[in-house]
């Protein structure tokens, strides 16, 4: 079964904004540290920003500033918001645990394509 699904993305012109949600199935989200993690042609796959069940948060540098990421416990949700959108974050955008605890099945993840 589907565990991981995440939805936002889209094309957008540098300067503009996105919101990314994940919905995770609940025994997965509850409880647990959840990230965002991005990759782009050619490259690995990184840990862009993460969020404690609790709320304390780690960005990367390549977008702290720009990008905050929160989270519905109710809803089983994680949310990216991304402002100040540059090329560089053209990427395809999963969610997942933190690095110590990554689901092998990764989601299908959300194209985000930033481009004038």
């Known amino acids: 079964q589907v565990q991981l699904v995440e939805s936002g993305g889209g094309l957008v012109q540098p300067g503009g904004s996105l919101r990314l949600s994940c919905v995770a199935s609940g025994t997965i989200f509850r409880g647990n540290t959840m990230g965002w993690y991005r990759q782009a042609p050619g490259k690995q796959r990184d840990l862009v920003a993460q969020?404690?069940?609790?709320?304390?948060?780690y960005y990367a540098d390549s977008v702290k500033g720009r990008f905050t990421i929160s989270r519905d416990n109710a809803k089983n949700t994680v949310y990216l918001q991304m402002n100040s959108l540059k090329p560089e974050d053209t990427a395809v955008y999963y969610c997942?645990?933190?690095?110590?605890?990554?689901?092998?099945?990764w989601g299908q993840g959300t194209q985000v394509t930033v481009s004038s």
């Open positions: 997942n645990r933190d690095t110590l605890h990554i689901l092998r099945d």
């Open positions: 969020i404690t069940s609790g709320g304390s948060t």
